[in-house]
Structures are given as C-alpha cells and as structure tokens.
C-alpha cells in the first residue's frame, strides 16, 4: 500500500509539472503573437486582360520582325540597298512575297524627307493596320435563329480539337447550350478527347464508332441538333494531309449534309492555323478556302512562334478575317482577335 501511495504521489507531481510546462509555453506564445506585428497580405494581381495576352503570345515574332527592321532601319543604308533589306526582312518574318510587295509600295510613295527610320516604321505600320482590317465579329454573332453551326477544319497537329473544346468553353461560359459533333473519326484520340471537353464544359455530344463515315456521324449530329435545338452546334472533321483531294472532297462532302438538314448551314467553316509552320499556313489557308470556302481563321500557337507575320499574309491575300488567336494552353488563352494588339505584337510603336 505505502509503494502504492508513493507510486500516485509522483504521478500527481508529475502530471502537475507537465501541466504547468503547457501552460508556460502557451502564454509565452500568446505574447510573442501579441509583440510581432501583423503581416500584410498582398493584393492578389490583376488578371491578365486579353490585350496583354495577345501581345505577350507574340513576344517572340515581335522580337523577330523588329529587330530585322530595326536592324535595317537604323543601318544607315542608301534607298535602293534599304529597300532591299527590307524586302529580305518582311520575307524572313513569313509576311508572304504578295504582301511585302504592298508593304513597300506605301514606303515607295513616301516623300524623299520621310524616308527616315521613323517615317518608314510610321508608314508599314498604317499600311499593316489597314491590311489586317477591322476587328471581326465573334462567331455567335453570325445568326440571329439557332442554332449557330461552325465547321471547323484544319490539318492534323494544329490544334483544331483542343481549339474546339476552348470553343466550346467560351459558349457555356456565356450561358449558351453548346452541341459537339465528333466528326474526326480516323482519329481515336480526337474523340475521346472531344468527349472530355464536353463533359468539362457540359457540352453534349455526337459521337460514333472509330472508323464510321464522317458524314454519317454529322448526320446524326444535325439531326439531333434540330430536335435538341442547341444554341451552337461545333463540328469536328478529320484533319489528315490537306493535299489529297479525296479529303477535299469529303469535306465538301460534310458540307453539302450540313447544308441538307439544316439549310443555310454553316453559318461558320473556321480554319485553324498553326502559327509556327510559317508560310505552309498559308498554303493551306488557300486549299481550304478552294476546296469548301473559309469564313474565318484561328491561329494556334502563336506564344511559341516567331511566325506571326504570316497572319498579316492569311488575312491579306485571302481576304479571311481571323477570328481568334490562340496564346497559351489554358482555356482562357483562346482570344478573340484584336487587329491592334496584334499590329503592337508585331511591330510596336516607338
């Protein structure tokens, strides 16, 4: 008994001694806490407007196009050698061979004393502004009645359904009920990664075995769009090599059952264009157009390229505005596109 009594009068004394320890150290920090001032919190940063996105998009075709002319305008050459070089730097920065000829010609009919560095960078910049035109509507002003059907096509590797999915995004954000077709059958991955932005975005979609026809699947697509009468319906289409003519021709293929179920459908045929293939865009910008008719373009990539100059070619000798311009991976970095933060992406100021 007495090792008993012993044994709980040292628990006792301990358990008090522990307990006075905690509530040493407690107040302790409640008075460091009271001594040390209160630490500001930061404002959270502005978010990033769509101007300055586009502009930092074209960092890099910025830096390439003027320092190519500011090597050449600074460079201290006679009229004949700097017309030469100019002519070399507009060509090297994908502005395209019929476009450049324009662009000299209005620093041709500058006055002997404005044929400075600053009265030339004055004179491509106005002839610029003119050729990329004023700012297009977005797509979904297009039609009054829905639904609003967009084709869109493209070459694979250029973004085209990714660009979709953001497409897609931008309609729900505005409270619109969106309807993806996935037309791009030949493509497994097109598929189920259409399927993914559709439930991301909560989209519906049409889709079909790997291998069906696509105008079956946009068949079946425009039918449930007139039964289901979404506000805009986006469709997929395959995006295989644009030389062979048979894809030319299933194209207008798809065309031609849009334009059965619905008529006066598509309101939209949207061409995207990867920014970085430089003059190759172009080329295909023509066969597109040839081949089913371009109602506007969207340019990919453009925050990893030193190409942008070939959106001044695209808009210019097509005479195909261009809608949206693609800066980023996230969804927000599809923008619509703005002639002037372009024009200061390419060619700023001084």
Request: hydrophobic fraction near 45%; avoid cysteine; proline fraction near 5%.
């Amino acid at each position: 008994m007495e090792d008993g009594g012993a044994l709980l009068l040292w628990g006792g004394a301990w358990a008090a001694l522990i307990v006075v320890l905690l509530v040493a150290t407690a107040v302790r920090a409640l008075a460091r806490r009271r001594r040390a001032p209160e630490r500001e919190v930061a404002p959270e940063a502005p978010a990033e407007g769509a101007v300055e996105r586009v502009r930092r998009g074209l960092a890099r075709s910025r830096g390439a196009l003027a320092s190519r002319l500011g090597g050449v305008l600074g460079g201290g050459l006679a009229d004949g050698d700097l017309r030469e070089k100019l002519e070399e730097a507009l060509i090297e920065s994908d502005v395209g061979v019929r476009t450049t000829e324009r662009l000299l010609a209005s620093i041709d009919r500058l006055p002997a004393a404005s044929r400075d560095p600053h009265g030339m960078r004055s004179a491509l910049r106005h002839e610029l502004r003119g050729l990329l035109g004023p700012p297009a509507p977005e797509s979904d002003d297009a039609s009054a009645t829905p639904p609003l059907v967009i084709l869109v096509v493209g070459v694979n590797g250029v973004g085209k359904t990714t660009t979709i999915g953001k497409l897609a995004a931008r309609h729900g954000a505005a409270g619109r009920k969106v309807l993806v077709v996935a037309g791009d059958t030949f493509r497994a991955a097109a598929v189920d990664q259409l399927s993914i932005w559709a439930e991301r975005t909560g989209a519906q979609i049409v889709r079909q075995e790997l291998g069906t026809d696509p105008s079956a699947v946009v068949f079946d697509g425009m039918s449930a769009a007139v039964a289901r009468r979404p506000d805009v319906v986006l469709i997929d289409t395959a995006g295989r090599l644009h030389t062979k003519s048979n894809l030319m021709e299933e194209l207008r293929k798809v065309r031609r059952t849009i334009e059965r179920i619905l008529p006066g459908a598509p309101h939209e045929v949207l061409l995207v264009l990867d920014a970085t293939t430089g003059q190759n865009a172009l080329v295909q910008a023509r066969t597109f157009a040839e081949a089913i008719g371009v109602t506007g373009v969207i340019l990919t990539k453009l925050d990893g390229s030193a190409r942008g100059g070939m959106g001044v070619a695209v808009r210019a000798e097509l005479d195909v505005p261009i809608r949206y311009v693609g800066v980023g991976e996230g969804v927000d970095d599809l923008q619509p596109f703005d002639p002037e933060a372009f024009l200061d992406g390419l060619l700023p100021p001084e």
